[in-house]
């Protein structure tokens, strides 16, 4: 039952992410990721069972518990790092991860940089945006991204793909996906990750190059043990 309805929820997605992007005439791929992040065993591998590769965890130790035994079954299975990453734990997620898309400063720069180098795994890293300015949220701030994405790449020696963003959950997205991509076209970056189950459609009409779905694909999210 559980395989049947993910398979089935992932099929409305893909196709409303086609018709989404015919709409508007786009030809460009919409990488949809797959928030699992909480989500149980047997969720995860019925979206497998239903050719879903590329998945979003928000926590290092967690992705690691579960991710290597797939990895042997799953090639091609692709890890994106969404959630908050402290640079003492960069050294594991540049082993785990094949994008990062949390880069939000500095020291993490820098941190990721050392590992990328030691480990000769050389990332695509996508700078997160703080569009709303909102204290509580990582980020770096509108006006300091282009500064900060140049840095990254000449100083560090960075792959930098592009930019992510989480608009403010009291607003309406549509700005902030505007700024996003307008910043993103400033950096001449090609990646837009902007997206979640409620507003995903709409950031493909402002240009959204990866999606991140959870709850639409999984149903809601268990407690945190």
Same mark, same amino acid.
């Given at each position: 039952?559980?395989?049947?309805?993910?398979?089935?929820?992932?099929?409305?997605?893909?196709?409303?992410?086609?018709?989404?992007?015919?709409?508007?005439?786009?030809?460009e791929p919409v990488t949809?990721?797959?928030?699992?992040?909480?989500?149980?065993?047997?969720?995860?591998?019925?979206?497998?069972?239903? *050719?879903?590769?590329?998945? *979003?965890?928000?926590?290092?130790?967690?992705?690691?518990?579960?991710?290597?035994?797939?990895?042997?079954?799953?090639?091609?299975?692709?890890?994106?790092?969404?959630?908050?990453?402290?640079?003492?734990?960069?050294?594991?997620?540049?082993?785990?991860?094949?994008?990062?898309?949390?880069?939000?400063?500095?020291?993490?720069?820098?941190?990721?940089?050392?590992?990328?180098?030691?480990?000769?795994?050389?990332?695509? @890293?996508?700078?997160?945006?703080?569009?709303?300015e909102e204290e509580q949220?990582?980020?770096?701030?509108?006006?300091?991204?282009?500064?900060?994405?140049?840095? @990254?790449?000449?100083?560090?020696?960075?792959?930098?793909?592009?930019?992510? @963003?989480?608009?403010?959950?009291?607003?309406?997205?549509?700005?902030?996906?505007?700024?996003?991509?307008?910043?993103?076209?400033?950096? *001449?970056?090609?990646?837009?990750?902007?997206?979640?189950?409620?507003?995903?459609?709409?950031?493909?009409?402002?240009?959204?190059?990866?999606?991140?779905?959870?709850?639409?694909?999984?149903?809601?999210?268990?407690?945190?043990?």
């Amino acid at each position: 039952m559980i395989t049947t309805t993910i398979s089935q929820s992932l099929s409305v997605i893909i196709d409303s992410i086609n018709k989404a992007k015919n709409r508007i005439g786009r030809d460009e791929p919409v990488t949809l990721v797959a928030v699992s992040k909480q989500q149980p065993d047997e969720r995860i591998d019925a979206a497998l069972d239903a *050719g879903q590769r590329v998945f *979003g965890e928000n926590r290092v130790q967690e992705a690691m518990s579960r991710s290597a035994h797939r990895r042997a079954s799953y090639p091609d299975l692709t890890l994106h790092l969404i959630g908050p990453l402290q640079t003492n734990k960069a050294a594991e997620a540049v082993a785990l991860f094949d994008v990062i898309e949390v880069l939000d400063r500095e020291k993490l720069a820098a941190a990721l940089a050392k590992e990328m180098a030691k480990q000769d795994r050389h990332l695509p @890293c996508l700078v997160q945006v703080n569009t709303g300015e909102e204290e509580q949220k990582s980020g770096i701030r509108p006006q300091d991204t282009k500064t900060f994405v140049h840095h @990254c790449q000449s100083h560090h020696g960075l792959n930098i793909t592009g930019l992510m @963003c989480i608009p403010p959950a009291d607003e309406e997205p549509a700005m902030h996906f505007a700024l996003l991509a307008k910043l993103a076209a400033e950096c *001449g970056l090609p990646v837009l990750s902007m997206g979640m189950s409620g507003d995903y459609l709409e950031a493909i009409t402002f240009g959204a190059t990866s999606v991140r779905v959870g709850s639409a694909i999984f149903g809601a999210r268990l407690p945190r043990q």
